[in-house]
């Protein structure tokens, strides 16, 4: 009787490591990962409806600023001016109040200046209070990440702050969540 318990017990957490081994497999890299506020992990992917493929996705390139992404075919990319870039479906029109439902802004880090140093208010806009569903540390491509999750402003947004060498990249979308999650994962620099 003994026997028989530890053997079936041994097969539920060997199910269970599979489980676990498949799942991870399959979505590996489907997701950003990273520290939050709260000191907890967290998976930008996770809040993803569904696995996006970008396979068949267009590239947009930006040799100027060393950086390009993936965006799906039926979605244009406009310059706003020569920091900004507008990422929107066909359709949509750009103007005063319409940027894109996805928006890149170069902005330049001076003097080694963190994150935490230009976003909180003193320098450039105040993403850390104005985040009401928190912000995460992430990882893209090696550099330091901000998610910020559900910015107040004129429209509710959510922010990515990429911290490279010599500049910040702020990335932000107030529609489809799930094309600007399959955006950031296809960020390379």
Do not use: C
């Amino acid at each position: 009787m003994k026997k028989s318990i530890i053997i079936i017990g041994i097969i539920i957490i060997l199910t269970l490591i599979g489980g676990v081994v498949w799942y991870w497999q399959k979505y590996q890299g489907a997701s950003i990962k990273g520290q939050g506020n709260d000191g907890q992990s967290s998976d930008v992917g996770n809040q993803q409806s569904e696995i996006i493929n970008t396979k068949d996705w267009q590239t947009y390139r930006n040799e100027e600023y060393g950086f390009n992404f993936k965006y799906p075919q039926e979605w244009q990319v406009e310059n706003l001016n020569k920091r900004s870039i507008g990422v929107f479906p066909f359709g949509k029109i750009q103007g005063i109040e319409y940027n894109g439902d996805v928006v890149f802004f170069i902005r330049d880090r001076i003097n080694g200046q963190d994150i935490e140093d230009v976003y909180n208010g003193s320098i450039g806009p105040e993403l850390f209070k104005s985040a009401t569903g928190g912000y995460s540390q992430i990882n893209i491509q090696g550099n330091k990440a901000i998610y910020f999750k559900n910015v107040m402003g004129l429209m509710p947004s959510d922010i990515v702050i990429v911290a490279l060498k010599n500049k910040f990249i702020e990335i932000s979308a107030n529609n489809h969540y799930d094309i600007f999650r399959a955006i950031l994962n296809s960020l390379k620099f």
